[in-house]
């Protein structure tokens, strides 16, 4: 298993890393705003994450880990080594908002760190919105 960044020395990558997130976001996967990495085996896309960042501050934007590599800590992997990069590159805060049910995910972000900072209420229409702050 191989963590790594998505850069221009792999955008042929773009077209799988879109195919295994399901296009799950319409996001940029590289730009000068936006990091994304990557757990690859071999040639399978096990897991992505996204961000996108102005000046000393981040947003992830999304993580994805394919269904059949789920609950096996490929989501923990992402976001330590994501974040541990993030502040060699002089990051500060990172924030992310995830919807109040996701219960697993929010579980997950506490135990990285992240902290709740506000709630914004009905945001998804059926759920709250909880948005959340990480410190390097």
């Known amino acids: 298993m191989d963590f ?3 850069d221009n020395s792999s955008l042929d990558l773009v077209e799988k890393l879109k195919e295994a997130s399901k296009n799950y976001a319409p996001y940029d ?3 000068d705003s936006v990091y994304t990495f990557y ?10 994450i996204n961000y996108s960042h102005v000046l000393d501050e981040a947003d992830l ?17 992402l976001l330590n080594n994501s974040l541990e990069y993030l ?3 002089g990051i500060k805060s990172i924030f992310l908002e995830v919807r ?9 972000y506490t135990k990285i760190g992240f902290i709740e900072i506000s709630t ?7 759920d709250d919105a ?3 702050k990480y410190s390097l």
């Open 100 to 108: 109040s049910k996701n219960i697993i995910a929010r579980n997950l």
């Open 120 to 126: 914004r209420k009905n945001y998804y229409n059926d």
């Open 87 to 89: 502040k060699e590159k």
């Open 39 to 48: 757990i690859i085996e071999g040639d399978i896309i096990i897991g992505i």
């Open 4 to 6: 790594k960044i998505l």
């Open 130 to 132: 909880i948005i959340m």
């Open 61 to 77: 934007l999304f993580i994805f880990i394919k269904d059949e590599y789920k609950g096996k800590g490929y989501s923990k992997v």
């Open 29 to 31: 996967y590289i730009s």
